[in-house]
């Protein structure tokens, strides 16, 4: 196995480890299934406490995901750059990659950060903690897809 390939199965394991973690706390959401009203505050409170410590709190060590994701992208565009992988596998693991990161880093990590402070009321924040649920779930199957192909390759 390739450096490059050791570091895409690496990396996406992390990734999908990290956002197993962050789904632990999320799925708490489903405590209260009707849409529109509002979580409960235990709900919340945790859900909210947890991204307080795992995304503000914990820096400069939270940065260390955004430099994982770096260097996914970095490995896949050096094996797309070699030009010895089918044309397919570089379109779908960009796709695979590229999409969850784009969404962590424009809409996730923002409402984490806006749900860690506990700002606006608990209409909003309960809209905060299902949008981050709805992120994750769709990063986490990009991320595990991504792990599986590069796995089975």
């Known amino acids: 196995?390739?450096?490059?390939?050791?570091?895409?199965?690496?990396?996406?394991?992390?990734?999908?480890?990290?956002?197993?973690?962050?789904?632990?706390?999320?799925?708490?959401?489903?405590?209260?299934?009707?849409?529109?009203?509002?979580?409960?505050?235990?709900?919340?409170?945790?859900?909210?406490g947890y991204y307080r410590r795992a995304v503000t709190g914990s820096r400069p060590m939270s940065r260390l995901i955004a430099v994982v994701m770096v260097v996914l992208l970095a490995a896949l565009g050096f094996r797309a750059a070699r030009g010895q992988d089918p044309g397919w596998l570089v379109a779908v693991s960009a796709l695979l990659a590229g999409a969850p990161v784009l969404l962590a880093l424009t809409h996730t990590v923002p409402n984490a950060v806006r749900l860690g402070s506990r700002s606006g009321g608990p209409a909003d924040q309960s809209a905060l903690a299902r949008s981050i649920w709805r992120d994750h779930l769709v990063c986490a199957a990009c991320m595990l897809a991504f792990l599986v192909l590069w796995v089975t390759r």
């Open 1 to 48: 196995m390739s450096i490059a390939t050791s570091l895409l199965t690496g990396c996406s394991g992390f990734l999908f480890a990290v956002l197993w973690m962050d789904l632990m706390f999320d799925a708490q959401v489903l405590a209260d299934r009707h849409r529109g009203a509002d979580l409960p505050e235990p709900v919340l409170s945790s859900i909210a």
